[in-house]
Antibody, heavy 114, light 106 residues
Framework: EIQLQESGPGLVKPSQSLSLTCSVTGYTITSGYDWSWIRKFPGNKMEWMGYISYSGSTNYNPSLKSRISITRDTSKNQFFLQLNSVTTEDTATYYC???????WGQGVMVTVSS | DTVLTQSPALAVSPGERVTISCKASESVSTRMHWYQQKPGQQPKLLIYKASNLASGVPARFSGSGSGTDFTLTIDPVEADDTATYFCQQSWNGPLTFGSGTKLEIK
């Protein structure tokens, strides 16, 4: 059974970087599919942030392009999200998912606050 | 970006039929997908490519539509269907989501 699990700090200070890890079990991320990050803001709005493909190429939402980086560690079967220069508007629950968005992690809530 | 518009909330009684709509600001062909999200849980795919039932999803759920107008139907509704339902398109530019329809079972 394929499972995804997000991890990372729940609190980040404004202007700092947000870094999250998605650990994948039951499937090798280099075997296929794209591996996405999505976030859900308070109030229900959801935003697709970007993905890293099985081959290592990336595709980002243009709204975030200057601040986002998605990378991976194939030896650990993990992929990562880094979002720079965060503000309080980046407070959200962050999900990793296999694209097409058929399998999601449980999500991790991140608050940006001083 | 393609904007997806959903009505914010609906309330129905168990056993009834409910339709949840999603209107796209431009055509998305049939690349519309529907998710159910319960509080504290991750979204669960219900319908993919407008009308295809995802694995393990009860046949009470169905989807229809193409172009700009899409519908998710639950018939009959059960108490466990209390959740927020999101549409999402994968045809144009960055993936986008609707704002969600909160379904209350009376």
């Amino acid at each position: 059974e394929i499972q995804l699990q997000e991890s990372g700090p729940g609190l980040v200070k404004p202007s700092q970087s947000l870094s999250l890890t998605c650990s994948v079990t039951g499937y090798t991320i280099t075997s296929g599919y794209d591996w996405s990050w999505i976030r859900k803001f308070p109030g229900n709005k959801m935003e697709w942030m970007g993905y890293i493909s099985y081959s290592g190429s990336t595709n980002y939402n243009p709204s975030l392009k200057s601040r986002i980086s998605i990378t991976r560690d194939t030896s650990k079967n993990q992929f990562f999200l880094q979002l720079n220069s965060v503000t309080t508007e980046d407070t959200a629950t962050y999900y990793c998912a296999r694209s097409p968005l058929t399998i999601w992690g449980q999500g991790v809530m991140v608050t940006v606050s001083s | 970006d393609t904007v997806l518009t959903q009505s914010p909330a609906l309330a129905v009684s168990p056993g009834e039929r409910v339709t949840i709509s999603c209107k796209a600001s431009e055509s998305v062909s049939t690349r519309m997908h529907w998710y159910q999200q319960k509080p504290g849980q991750q979204p669960k795919l219900l319908i993919y490519k407008a009308s295809n039932l995802a694995s393990g999803v009860p046949a009470r759920f169905s989807g229809s539509g193409s172009g700009t107008d899409f519908t998710l139907t639950i018939d009959p509704v059960e108490a466990d269907d209390t959740a927020t339902y999101f549409c999402q398109q994968s045809w144009n530019g960055p993936l986008t989501f609707g704002s969600g329809t909160k379904l209350e079972i009376k």
